[in-house]
């Protein structure tokens, strides 16, 4: 589940997945402030909210799954996270057995950030993060059909049917980790830097109510 749109002037996903770690990057702990998080948006699903106030804490101490976590320096209001877990993903055309994966199950940008790029900064992080796992084929996710295309555009492709949501029909995507890094081994030219800021711009937009 993801609550941010897509952003135009994308790199090709080679570029997203290279390994370069976000300047601020931690896990979720009870030091952080997740009670002013609001993602709400057209494709911004309840469960996401709900999700980081009342159980991603739980979740991730049991080991059941991971959150990392973006906020600005000096403060502990969480701004963005993203919440992984191993998965296993089987009938994909061409793969002659399931495999295990990175399943992303959350991804929210707080509306303070909104614009700003963080969800898609934790995105990037998740392939970076799965292409240092020697045991992660791909990394999966559930989209909602306005955003098929935008995770296309990055290098997913489109998995079975779309089941129904309370938001509208989810997509399952997959983006393949092996044929990402045999693309990418095979690029003679250098590959730009990730079109992200080493610091996480500040917006303008007002703090949430």
């Excluded at 709900?50 to 906020?71: G, V």
């Excluded at 199950?105 to 509306?111: E, F, H, I, Q, R």
């Excluded at 693309?183 to 917006?203: C, G, M, N, Q, V």
Aim: neutral net charge.
């Amino acid at each position: 589940m993801v609550s941010e749109g897509p952003i135009s002037g994308d790199a090709s996903p080679l570029v997203e997945m290279r390994p370069r770690p976000p300047t601020i990057d931690e896990p979720l702990s009870a030091q952080h402030d997740v009670s002013k998080f609001d993602c709400t948006g057209k494709l911004a699903s309840p469960q996401i909210i709900e999700f980081l106030k009342t159980r991603a804490l739980d979740e991730q101490l049991s080991r059941n799954s991971a959150t990392r976590i973006l906020r600005y320096d000096g403060e502990k209001i969480v701004r963005a996270y993203i919440t992984t877990s191993p998965s296993s993903i089987g009938g994909v055309p061409g793969w002659d057995k399931p495999v295990s994966g990175l399943h992303i199950a959350y991804v929210g940008a707080d509306k303070s950030v909104r614009g700003a790029r963080w969800g898609r900064f934790l995105i990037n992080w998740s392939l970076a993060y799965a292409a240092k796992l020697d045991s992660c084929r791909c990394v999966n996710l559930w989209a909602y059909e306005d955003m098929v295309d935008y995770y296309v555009g990055m290098g997913f492709f489109k998995h079975g049917k779309a089941k129904p949501d309370e938001l509208g029909p989810r997509q399952l995507m997959i983006f393949d980790m092996v044929a990402a890094l045999r693309d990418a081994a095979d690029t003679a030219a250098p590959l730009p830097p990730l079109p992200i800021r080493r610091t996480l711009p500040k917006t303008d937009a007002p703090e949430p109510t």
